[in-house]
């Protein structure tokens, strides 16, 4: 089946690293996404790692996946204020359709 | 550069009226598009998406439609609103060369 799970609230210090969990449940997935979303706004691409990759990152921005465990990662290094949101999960499975399937999304607050 | 446009950005409707959202893409040809409904405090649902001009697939059972009457544009669609429509309704377009699903700004409805 289809299902993303992600813990709901996470809070750092800024200049801290941040490391924002999530688990799915579909092996077949072939690309996993982060997003984040700032209150009232649409969802921002932040970064999508394919399935056969276990790392990739992107100046703050690390994701790990662990296919065995069907786990993925993102961690935000130098975390600030500007960084709190609500950051969500999403596979994709890449068949024609390219739909996503999302988690519930993390908030992230971070405190001066 | 590709842009997506919703609007509007936020209505009020009373139950039974109808309903109609429109979502445009700038900047690309033969995209995938997709509706998605953001509940509060929720993840993200899909409703619909579109692999072409006519071609409409659903996902949920419910009293909403879409249409794709041109390329570039998406419309979500109800005959009769019920209260448990309200949510915030989230355009995307899918970059087939990249994986790259793009969100648009939102329409926050509210059925009263």
């Known amino acids: 089946g289809e299902d993303v799970e992600q813990s709901l609230f996470l809070s750092v210090r800024e200049g801290d690293s941040s490391v924002i969990n999530c688990t799915y449940t579909d092996s077949s997935s072939t690309y996993l996404y982060w997003y984040k979303q700032e209150p009232g706004a649409g969802l921002q691409l932040l970064t999508y790692i394919f399935s056969n990759m276990d790392m990739k990152q992107d100046q703050r921005l690390t994701v790990l996946l662990n296919k065995k465990d069907k786990h993925l990662s993102l961690r935000i290094a130098d975390t600030q204020t500007g960084d709190s949101a609500i950051y969500f999960c999403?596979?994709?499975?890449?068949?024609?359709?390219?739909?996503?399937?999302f988690g519930s999304g993390t908030r992230l607050l971070v405190r001066p | 550069s590709q842009t997506i446009h919703q609007w509007p950005a936020t209505l009020v409707q009373p139950v039974g009226s109808p309903l109609s959202l429109e979502c445009t893409v700038e900047?690309?040809?033969?995209?995938?598009l997709y509706w998605y409904r953001q509940a509060a405090g929720r993840g993200l649902q899909l409703l619909f998406y579109s692999v072409g001009i006519g071609q409409i697939s659903s996902e949920v059972p419910q009293n909403l439609s879409a249409s794709r009457p041109q390329d570039r544009q998406f419309i979500l669609s109800s005959k009769k609103l019920l209260l448990s429509d309200s949510g915030f309704y989230l355009c995307?377009?899918?970059?087939?060369?990249?994986?790259?699903?793009?969100f648009g700004p939102g329409t926050r409805l509210t059925v009263t």
């Open positions: 995307a377009w899918l970059d087939r060369g990249l994986y790259e699903q793009y």
């Open positions: 900047g690309t040809s033969n995209p995938n």
């Open positions: 999403a596979e994709s499975k890449g068949d024609s359709s390219y739909k996503l399937i």
